[in-house]
């Protein structure tokens, strides 16, 4: 069964770096089927793809690709993301993603 599973903290200061790390069971991250997505929901609004990596090459966004950066773990089998320069407008609940599988979503508050 394969599981994911958003790590990070709920609140985040404008201006600072947002950082998710999203943890995979059941599957490894290096695997060439699938993507490794990040997606955001800001509150009242739709699904935002972010970024993500597919066959060990990272995609971006081109709104977010200037404040982006999605990495891999492969020894921890784990993804992340980091969002510089964050302001409220990146609230949202965060999930990440194999296309098929998505982790319970975390909710990421930019507040002073």
């Known amino acids: 069964q394969v599981q994911l599973q958003e790590s990070g903290p709920g609140l985040v200061k404008p201006s600072q770096t947002l950082s998710l790390t999203c943890t995979v069971s059941?599957?490894?991250?290096?695997?060439?089927?699938?993507?490794w997505m990040w997606i955001r929901q800001p509150p009242g609004k739709g699904l935002e793809w972010m970024g993500g990596?597919?066959?060990?090459?990272?995609y971006y966004s081109p709104s977010l690709e200037s404040r982006a950066a999605i990495s891999r773990d492969t020894g921890n089998n784990q993804f992340s993301l980091q969002l510089r320069s964050v302001t409220p407008e990146d609230t949202a609940v965060y999930y990440c993603?194999?296309?098929?599988?998505w982790g319970q979503g975390t909710q990421v508050t930019v507040s002073s």
């Open positions: 993603s194999r296309g098929d599988v």
């Open positions: 059941g599957d490894s991250i290096t695997s060439t089927s699938h993507w």
């Open positions: 990596i597919f066959r060990g090459i990272t």
